[in-house]
């Protein structure tokens, strides 16, 4: 007899079904145009990278280090390979650090969920990632507002009312109410639609507020 969680989970495929939001696995026949992937510069497909990386690979020497990282870097999975690639990122982008993540959606959930602050505010644009979004569940902020994709105009607006929010806070409070921390999620390519934030124009908004630029790229 199928039990309760069963009936449970088979009512909500059921639910799912009746709304056309069932989703299914399928395997793409390598023959396909590829219009759907993230793989927007073809990386995956090139022979080039494909011969560097197992030239790479070949060249470590036995278990230095190991194939994989045998588990998480604060326990026993760092490695001097891990690090010298988080400083030639770091390098590229002309930054002080970077922070290698497993994956897209683990850095947008584990920036979401640590680096805003109780209080803080995060504006997003309408169409920024879903994994942002499950960050955004569990981040301290406290504020969560989208703005029109895209539209700067709106974004400014949204600026403006945290800011004399800010100011109303301080007159009324003294000096010890501190101005929010203000976070700007945005896409550098919007993935559903293929077009891209205008994050020259954001920069120059943004650096007025003090607010930060969050770019998903």
């Known amino acids: ?12 495929l059921e639910s799912r079904r009746a709304r056309s939001l069932l989703r299914s696995l399928v395997v793409i026949p390598e023959t396909s145009a590829d219009f759907s992937s993230n793989d927007f510069l073809g990386l995956a497909r090139s022979p080039t990278l ?12 036995k278990h230095a280090p190991p194939l994989g990282s045998t588990g998480s870097r604060l326990l026993d999975g760092n490695s001097h390979y891990a690090e010298e690639l988080e400083a030639i990122i770091a390098d590229f982008h002309h930054t002080e650090a970077a922070l290698i993540f ?18 803080d505010v995060i504006l997003y644009d309408e169409y920024i990632h879903a994994s942002v979004h499950d960050g955004m ?5 406290g504020i969560k507002k989208a703005f029109l994709h895209n539209d700067l105009e709106h974004l400014t607006e949204l600026l403006n009312t945290v800011r004399r929010e800010d100011q ?13 921390n203000v976070f700007v999620a945005v896409e550098s ?11 020259r124009e954001i920069v120059d908004l943004l650096e007025p507020h003090g607010a930060h630029l969050i770019v998903d790229e």
């Not at 007899?1 to 909500?12: D, R, T, V, Y």
């Not at 494909?50 to 020497?61: G, I, K, M, Y």
């Not at 569940?137 to 902020?141: G, P, S, W």
């Not at 390519?189 to 994050?199: E, F, K």
């Open 1 to 12: 007899m199928p039990s309760q969680i069963e009936h449970q989970l088979k009512a909500q």
């Open 50 to 61: 494909n011969s560097r990386f197992l030239h790479e690979l070949a060249s470590f020497p």
């Open 102 to 119: 497993n994956s897209g959606f683990d850095a947008n959930v584990g920036f979401f969920s640590c680096v805003p602050q109780p209080g």
């Open 137 to 141: 569940k569990v981040t301290r902020a």
């Open 168 to 180: 109303e806070r301080a007159a009324t409070v003294g000096s010890q109410a501190k101005e929010r």
């Open 189 to 199: 390519v919007y993935s559903m639609d293929g077009d891209t934030a205008p994050l």
